[in-house]
């Protein structure tokens, strides 16, 4: 049975479903910035003045839960679509961040293996202060199994 993608989307579009605190560590954020192939001392040298994380780094933070606990199972094959960052704010060595987490989209689409659905999870990214320093968002497809 095909999922019903419009009461998915009713139902758990735009719902917080996890909260995390991080703690960043220039010296990991800036090993990241190495493996990544960044030349740019701000992201890579941990004495630079402007130490920053590099944008992409906040797509390897994980929350506790990669889906609203209510969500129902999904009959088909799970793959990881890709990630995407939408950045606002430089995050520095010592931050504490919270990561605020909902499914943001829920959309489908047909391939010649048959219905694909795509999940989009955003963890929106603040600092102590309230800033919204980032996005981070994880897309999921689900290759239908024909029932």
């Known amino acids: 049975m095909e999922a019903d993608i419009e009461a998915l989307r009713a139902s758990f579009l735009n719902r917080e479903f996890d909260e995390a605190e991080f ?6 954020f800036a090993e990241y910035a190495l493996v990544c192939g960044e030349r740019d001392a701000r992201f890579t040298d941990p004495a630079d003045p402007d130490l920053q994380a590099p944008p992409t780094f906040v797509s390897t933070l994980v929350g506790g839960l990669s889906l609203p606990p209510d969500f ?3 009959n088909g094959v799970t793959m990881d679509a890709g990630k995407a960052v939408e950045w606002m704010a430089p995050i520095r060595d010592g931050a504490t961040l919270t990561g605020k987490s909902h499914l943001h989209d829920i959309y489908e689409k047909t391939g010649r293996s048959g219905r694909m659905v795509f999940l ?28």
């Open 72 to 74: 129902p199972e999904l």
């Open 120 to 147: 989009v999870r955003r963890m929106e990214l603040y600092d102590r202060d309230g800033t919204h320093v980032a996005n981070a968002d994880t897309r999921t497809v689900i290759r239908e199994r024909s029932s």
């Open 23 to 28: 703690e960043i560590d220039g010296r990991s």
